[in-house]
């Protein structure tokens, strides 16, 4: 079964700065999906970035990007110029592209952004 | 722009209770899921569908049940409520596997007294 770990349950950022939330996950199959969510206190997850296993380059989108290493089974995020409306849960999570195709999802980190 | 939704966002309700929470979406998506999510921690998949007539259980085992007679309705049903189904329930849908993209809703936010 696959397993998602994200290491750090809270972490903060001057506004304006750049911060990275580590994402690691454990996997035996080599076609698969990563994603992060965000999920702030209205509580709608929404999603931030897409990542396929196959692509070598990492995704971006537009203040977001990963850092995604295939054979250390990696996938952080970067959110550049952070902003007070990135203040939320981020939660990292994982989909098989085979089977019933659900997502597993890590445990969360909490991102507070200082003024 | 995508829309899915759930109603009610906030319920309070004695034990013993039948409740439903509901799940509609507008964008004709195939594939519907809900999520349970304890406060700081991660969300459980506890049902699936993969289009209409069509539900399967998730990993984590729950006493709910779902139905899918339309596309766009998904809901869930508790038929007697306990404080152990306290809890938020995030309802939501995707197309297709190539270009998935996981489309939430608000949640519901249950409290079984």
């Known amino acids: 079964a696959q397993t998602v770990t994200q290491s750090q349950p809270e972490m903060s950022v001057q506004e304006a700065e750049t911060v990275t939330l580590s994402c690691t996950y454990d996997t035996s199959e080599s076609d698969y999906y990563l994603f992060w969510y965000k999920q702030p206190p209205s509580r709608q997850m929404i999603l931030v970035i897409r990542?396929?296993?196959?692509?070598?380059q990492n995704a971006t989108e537009n203040r977001f990007s990963v850092n995604f290493q295939k054979a250390a089974k990696s996938f952080s995020l970067k959110i550049s110029d952070s902003q007070l409306g990135d203040a939320a849960m981020y939660f990292c999570?994982?989909?098989?592209?085979?089977?019933?195709?659900?997502?597993?999802f890590g445990t969360g980190t909490r991102l507070t952004i200082i003024p | 722009e995508a829309d899915i939704y759930q109603t009610p966002r906030y319920l309070v309700i004695g034990t013993g209770k039948k409740i439903t929470l509901e799940c509609s979406q507008t964008?004709?998506?195939?594939?519907m899921y809900w999520y349970q999510q304890d406060p700081g921690m991660e969300l459980h998949l506890i049902h699936y569908?993969?289009?209409?007539?069509?539900?399967e259980k998730g990993d984590l085992s729950s006493e709910s049940t779902v139905s899918r007679i339309r596309t766009e309705h998904f809901p869930l049903t508790l038929e007697s409520a306990r404080p152990s189904h306290t809890s938020q329930y995030l309802c939501?849908?995707?197309?297709?596997?190539?270009?998935?993209?996981?489309?939430f809703g608000s949640g519901t936010q249950l409290s079984v007294l």
């Open positions: 939501a849908s995707g197309r297709d596997l190539v270009n998935e993209k996981l489309f």
């Open positions: 999570a994982y989909r098989s592209n085979f089977g019933n195709e659900k997502l597993t």
């Open positions: 990542q396929e296993a196959y692509k070598q």
């Open positions: 964008m004709g998506h195939d594939k």
């Open positions: 569908s993969y289009g209409v007539n069509s539900t």
